[in-house]
DNA sequence: GCTCTATCTTGACATTGTCAACTAGTCAGT
DNA sequence: ACTGACTAGTTGACAATGTCAAGATAGAGC
């Protein structure tokens, strides 16, 4: 009977509704914030009847959940994109990339950004959102692990370093989405800003 | 008629209803979450009808709001606190104790952080609490200023330098509070990625 | 006394998350 | 082709929530 949904996806009734329902948390994020995701609201949009996404994602926490596996997973690729297009450069600059990708990411998505960080979702309550974490985060670990390596950082602490650049970066997303700038910081751009940000630790020249 | 609660405070029937259902939202906080804060329950906990906080508060916004303000009163306190605590310091050494107390506070005061910065909620939107948290972080700004003036920064944009360090410590803080850090970097305590992060900013010595 | 106003209560309504029971397609094995 | 099992989705119910309108209550000012 092939409801509603018009064309060629695979599957039993609808289609792909996993899919579905995810594409509309996005929407609804954007719209209304993370904080008024609703399962009905999902399911409405996806054409589905309001219990439906229960069977998929069990409850409203697993459906942001699921959300936010993608979001990670975005975040990984970004970071490794971003680290990749550096060619040439040093350790350092290769680093500054991941992080610019970290921010870029958190303001080109920030419905994914929102529901990752922001939501009040429980991380490591659930267990494959977990490791897709750990496995985004492993780009910026690797890319300090590289600094340390060849930037001649050697009697830095890595744990230490990974969470300066890691604070760097979520501090700098964080502040970046909800645009609440105190007066008279609000005149540069968020690119201004990632710039400077990252460049503040060139200052960082071997000496550690 | 003075109902059930029990002494002292002055006001009409209840007492100090405002004080009790923030009190109410804070522990709410503490135990299910931001997300899971709601008007019915706060008022149960003061001992009033399921309506009595919109008379104060307007809507569930309005309420977080002014629980917002408060945490916003209290970080703008302990952010001048620790800079007075540095006596015959550097700088440098000021900010690195305002920024200090900014992360202090995230984890001392969680319930605060997460409705200030991670629930939903539209500062700019509440015009008193937008005038809250300029006030706070005005601290953060000297701060800033006095690094600038007295550490030999001529040549750095202050509004860069003021977001390198709000966003560093935003995003510690951030990451403290969900202690999600990936295997080996929760072997380190908070104070010692206090330490280390605001340590790092030392390496800056009056080049940039 | 009387009125006025701030404070709080009661009752209602739509919306939500969740659960149990049910229906409808689809496939494997025979 | 028939059966049974399984997956996908529906329907109906329930308690909880945010919000609104209307009423009740208590103190202030006169």
Redesign the pocket.
């Known amino acids: 009977?092939r409801t509603s949904r018009d064309s060629d996806s695979a599957?039993?009734?609808?289609?792909d509704?996993p899919n579905a329902l995810l594409a509309a948390v996005a929407e609804i994020v954007e719209e209304k914030g993370a904080a008024n995701?609703?399962?009905?609201?999902a399911?409405r949009r996806a054409g589905?009847?309001?219990?439906?996404p229960?069977?998929?994602f069990g409850?409203?926490?697993g459906m942001l959940a699921a959300f936010a596996e993608r979001g990670f997973e975005i975040l990984g690729r970004e970071m490794a994109t971003g680290r990749d297009s550096v060619v040439g450069g040093s350790a350092l600059e290769r680093l500054a990339a991941v992080g610019t990708a970290y921010v870029r990411f958190a303001v080109d998505c920030t419905p994914y950004f929102d529901v990752m960080f922001r939501s009040g979702i429980d991380t490591p309550s659930h267990e494959h959102l977990h490791a897709c974490a750990d496995k985004a985060l492993a780009v910026l670990i690797g890319a300090v692990g590289e600094l340390i390596s060849e930037g001649g950082y050697t009697e830095a602490d890595p744990r230490q370093l990974t969470v300066y650049f890691w604070s760097l970066a979520h501090g700098l997303a964080s502040l970046a989405v909800d645009r609440s700038m105190p007066p008279g910081l609000d005149e540069l751009t968020i690119d201004d800003y990632i710039a400077g940000v990252f460049g503040m630790s060139e200052l960082f020249n071997g000496t550690g």
Request: charged share 20%; hydrophobic share 35%.
């Open positions: 009977m599957g039993y009734h609808h289609g509704l995701v609703s399962l009905r609201e399911a589905v009847s309001h219990s439906a229960a069977h998929h409850d409203k926490e």
